[in-house]
């Protein structure tokens, strides 16, 4: 596979940008003989919970764990059922399945992200009260209407799991994304906003006796080496990746801030319809920078014809999976918002390092495709 010219995302721009630090703190964990949930996790912990306003972070060893810990944490397994979206990374839902939990799949607002009235409508409908967890995805680095998904998933008496691996420094009227729900769950893959150089995750909670559980969870049970609990795992973030994501931490505000100067640039050359839409009181990451296109196939022949390297997150909602065919549940009256998003989406690119020309070229070959 060639490079192309302007890529979709670019991970090693961060190493570069930053080499000097990371090298040397790559040494200093080499040289330090300690290499698993060491002192540079437990800083890194301490930071990372700081930075989202909670009480505790527990570093796992990917974003996917950490939803299936949160969940298992929490209680949830075989027989429940739990909201989320299709319109979204598979992860989120393969997940909820393997805590033996059955996926309800709810449609989205116009922003993508769940909609609080179809969740109102599936909880409505669900008589045996089945749905005992909520998992809103704040897509693409904007947050979900957390305030009434909260207010529907409480009523309900379910918990709520924010999947917050795109929206890492996201808020919401001030609030971090992430301290919202009963836990959150952050994934460190390279090309996230705060991504580590190999895999990593976290799960963000202000609840301690569930931190405490799920410290035990990632390491096979061990409470200590002599009480265990069932249900453990190994799943556990390494010292290098603690050392590299402290680093990648203390840049984490001006990177969004890089970002989010690079959308208003985009915003600032594509039509109102084509550009992602923005919520009021809510400040957006942009993880992505998704377009809606007219004609799809149209624009990513013109920016491939240009060198521009284009992704479409997600082609196929969850649901339409073959794999996942009649193993998820839809909420009533199916999700044709999800399907309809499905077919025009188009992820244009989007990166800290991302020059400001650019990213006025990719504007620009974007508005050519559109024959402005
Ligand atoms: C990346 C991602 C995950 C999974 O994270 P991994 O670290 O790759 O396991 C889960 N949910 C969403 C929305 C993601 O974007």
């Known amino acids: 596979m060639t490079e192309a010219a302007i890529p979709l995302a670019d991970p090693r721009a961060a190493y570069r940008e930053h080499k000097a630090d990371f090298d040397a703190a790559i040494e200093r964990v080499l040289e330090s003989n300690s290499y698993i949930l060491g002192a540079e996790v437990q800083a890194f912990e301490r930071e990372l919970a700081a930075s989202i306003g909670v009480s505790d972070a527990v570093g796992v060893g990917n974003g996917t764990d950490a939803l299936v810990l949160a969940l298992m944490g929490l209680g949830i397994g075989p027989g429940d059922l739990v909201a989320t979206v299709a319109h979204t990374a598979v992860p989120t839902v393969a997940a909820i399945f ?169 915003a600032a050359r594509l039509p109102r319809e084509v550009a992602p839409p923005c919520r009021e009181n809510t400040r957006h990451v942009y993880h992505l920078y998704v377009v809606t296109c007219p004609d799809r196939a149209e624009t990513q022949r013109v920016l491939a014809a240009a060198g521009i390297g284009t992704a479409v997150h997600y082609a196929l909602p969850v649901h339409k999976h073959p794999g996942y065919n009649g193993l998820v549940a839809l909420a009533p009256g199916g999700l044709p918002r999800t399907e309809a998003l499905a077919s025009r989406i188009l992820s244009l690119p989007m990166y800290p390092q991302l020059k400001a020309a650019y990213a006025e070229q990719v504007a620009e070959a974007v508005r050519r495709s559109l024959g402005l």
């Open 98 to 266: 393997q805590t033996g939990a059955q996926p309800l799949l709810v449609d989205v607002d116009q922003y993508g992200n769940l909609d609080p009235a179809h969740l109102a409508a599936a909880v409505m409908a669900d008589k045996e009260r089945r749905i005992r967890a909520v998992v809103p995805v704040h897509l693409y680095g904007q947050m979900a209407d957390m305030p009434r998904i909260l207010e529907i998933a409480v009523a309900h008496g379910a918990v709520v799991v924010e999947d917050c691996a795109q929206a890492q420094g996201a808020s919401m009227h001030g609030r971090p994304a992430g301290s919202w729900g009963d836990a959150a769950a952050f994934s460190f893959y390279p090309t996230k906003n705060l991504g580590a150089f190999g895999d990593g995750g976290a799960i963000a909670t202000d609840k301690p006796d569930l931190a405490e559980r799920l410290r035990a969870l990632r390491q096979y049970g061990w409470k200590d080496r002599l009480v265990v609990m069932p249900g453990g795992q190994n799943s556990r973030l390494d010292e290098v990746q603690a050392a590299i994501l402290r680093i990648k931490l203390a840049h984490l505000e001006a990177d969004n801030d890089r970002r989010r100067a690079l959308a208003d640039i985009y």
